[in-house]
């Protein structure tokens, strides 16, 4: 059964950078079109983009509101989705999860990153 | 980017009960749409796919309907493991992957 186990979260001054981390096992990592999701306190879920797979293109789509401050990569060598965050504000507090969506559904439990000063 | 707009944002409803939530897309998205249940402090997880395609394991109570910009997602007979928030999502992967801003659905 697949898995995913994110990490890197923690407390982060404003317009710091953090770099998340998505461990995956028990599927073919290197096949998946991956995704980052995040959710604010109390609030709902906001699709953040998508990493293809290599073998359609491995490019990113990302929405608008992150364009330009967040960055995904994939290694599929290690079997790991990558969020690079940048210029950090206090809005992009959130539990920030990566999944797989699509019909194989896998979803990590959650990496929480906290902004403030 | 794509706007998906939910109906309501909050349903309160008995066990028993049938309830309905509806999902608009500012676009034609066909029946790229999907629909997860979360609970709190868990990961949402998936329902349907394709506007009415259920997935594995989930219960026939829930169903799905609807093509281009309209869909409602259907709980018949609803179950006390129900109560949870309800999020649409579009899915055509050449659009962003827009939720929508999610119903929750409490015990009356």
């Known amino acids: 059964e697949g898995q995913l186990v994110e990490s890197g979260g923690g407390l982060v001054k404003p317009g710091g950078s953090l770099r998340l981390s998505c461990a995956a096992s028990g599927f073919t990592f290197n096949n998946a079109w991956m995704h980052w999701v995040r959710q604010a306190p109390g609030k709902g879920l906001e699709w953040i983009g998508h990493i293809k797979s290599k073998a359609n293109g491995g490019t990113t789509e990302y929405a608008a509101p992150v364009k330009g401050r967040f960055t995904i990569s994939r290694d599929d060598s290690k079997s790991t989705l990558y969020l690079q965050i940048n210029n950090l504000k206090t809005e992009d507090t959130a539990i920030y999860y990566c999944?797989?969506?699509?019909?194989?559904?896998?979803w990590g439990q959650g990496t929480t990153v906290t902004v403030s000063s | 980017d794509i706007q998906m707009t939910q109906s309501p944002s909050f349903v309160s409803a008995s066990v028993g009960d049938t309830v309905t939530i509806t999902c608009r897309a500012s676009?034609?998205?066909?029946?790229?749409l999907a629909w997860f249940q979360q609970k709190p402090g868990k990961a949402p997880k998936l329902l349907l796919y394709g506007a009415s395609g259920l997935q594995g394991g989930v219960p026939s109570r829930f169903r799905g309907g609807g093509l281009g910009t309209e869909f409602t997602l259907i709980i018949d007979s609803l179950q006390p493991e129900d109560f949870a928030t309800y999020y649409c999502q579009q899915i055509n992967s050449f659009l962003p992957n827009t939720f929508g801003g999610g119903t929750k659905v409490e015990i009356k």
């Open positions: 676009q034609d998205i066909n029946n790229y």
């Open positions: 999944s797989t969506l699509g019909r194989t559904d896998i």
